[in-house]
């Protein structure tokens, strides 16, 4: 069965850098789309950054210049560096690999990790 597995995660100040880390297992393969996401209590979950299968790559408003999605493709590891933190970052970050369908990513046909917390204080 595919899996995800992040780590990473923990407790940073405002203005530090954290590296977070996605290990993917053999069956899935690179030409799925990869992503970030979080989630912060009681609130929806959203993207962070994503790499297309075509390797497009974009980010959400909030992080675009801070954050780097990048990928290793042998073996399949995902990674997020996250600089310049702030308390909204804080939250559950999610990896997760979808196929690429239509032209569009279809997560929820997709896996996802358990997620890794994240925690910046100001």
């Known amino acids: 069965q595919a899996r995800l597995v992040e780590s990473g995660g923990g407790s940073a100040q405002a203005g530090e850098s954290l590296r977070l880390s996605c290990a993917a297992s053999?069956?899935?393969?690179?030409?799925?789309?990869f992503g970030w996401f979080r989630q912060a209590p009681g609130m929806e979950r959203e993207e962070v950054a994503r790499?297309?299968?075509?390797?497009?790559?974009s980010y959400a408003d909030s992080v675009r210049g801070r954050f780097t999605i990048s990928k290793d493709n042998a073996p399949i590891t995902l990674y997020l560096q996250m600089n310049s933190l702030k308390a909204e970052d804080t939250a559950m970050y999610y990896c997760a690999a979808a196929p690429r369908r239509w032209g569009t990513c279809r997560w929820t046909s997709g896996y996802w990790g358990w997620g890794t917390q994240v925690t910046v204080s100001s």
């Open positions: 053999d069956d899935i393969t690179y030409d799925y789309c």
């Open positions: 790499i297309s299968s075509d390797e497009t790559i």
